[in-house]
C-alpha cells in the first residue's frame, strides 16, 4: 500500500509541457486540415492550453514554436497567458519548413542560408530572456 501511496503523491507533481502548435491545425506531413473552432492565434492557443489545465491540472506551461507564435510583445504575452493560469514555457525555433532549410539549417552547405538560421536561432533565445524561460 505504501507504493501505491508514494505512487499516486508522485502522480501530483506530474506537469506536461504542451506544444502550442497541439492546439493548431499543425495538421500532418501531408496536408493542414482546417477545422471550426481551431485556434488562430497565439492568444487563442494559450485561452484553450488554460482550458486544458483547468481540467486536468497537469499542464501548466506551453511550449512556443517560433515564428508561428511570434508576437510584438513578450512581456504582454506572458502577462495575457498568467491571467489565464498557466505559463510560457520552452521557446522552440523552427528551421524546417522552409524550402531554403531543405539540406540543413545550422549546418548548411549555402552560407546565407546558415546564416539566416543562425539568427532565427539568436531570435529565438531573445525571446526565451524576454518571457523569462531558460530553455
Given at each position: 500500500?505504501?507504493?501505491?501511496?508514494?505512487?499516486?503523491?508522485?502522480?501530483?507533481?506530474?506537469a506536461i509541457e504542451v506544444p502550442s502548435w497541439a492546439?493548431?491545425?499543425?495538421g500532418t506531413r501531408f496536408k493542414?486540415?482546417?477545422?471550426?473552432?481551431?485556434?488562430r492565434t497565439v492568444q487563442e492557443k494559450l485561452a484553450d492550453a488554460a482550458k486544458v489545465h483547468e481540467l486536468t491540472g497537469l499542464a501548466p506551461t506551453v511550449a512556443?514554436?517560433?515564428?508561428?507564435?511570434?508576437?510584438?510583445?513578450?512581456?504582454?504575452?506572458?502577462?495575457?497567458?498568467?491571467?489565464?493560469?498557466v505559463g510560457l514555457g520552452t521557446i522552440n525555433?523552427?528551421?524546417?519548413?522552409?524550402?531554403?532549410?531543405?539540406?540543413?539549417?545550422l549546418t548548411s552547405s549555402n552560407e546565407a542560408v546558415r546564416r539566416r538560421a543562425i539568427e532565427h536561432h539568436l531570435d529565438c533565445i531573445e525571446i526565451m530572456h524576454a518571457t523569462g524561460r531558460r530553455t
Open positions: 500500500m505504501n507504493d501505491v501511496a508514494t505512487a499516486l503523491g508522485r502522480l501530483g507533481e506530474l492546439y493548431g491545425n499543425s493542414v486540415f482546417g477545422t471550426p473552432g481551431t485556434p512556443l514554436h517560433i515564428p508561428w507564435d511570434k508576437v510584438d510583445d513578450y512581456a504582454a504575452l506572458k502577462e495575457y497567458a498568467a491571467g489565464l493560469g525555433s523552427n528551421t524546417f519548413q522552409d524550402d531554403e532549410y531543405k539540406f540543413g539549417s
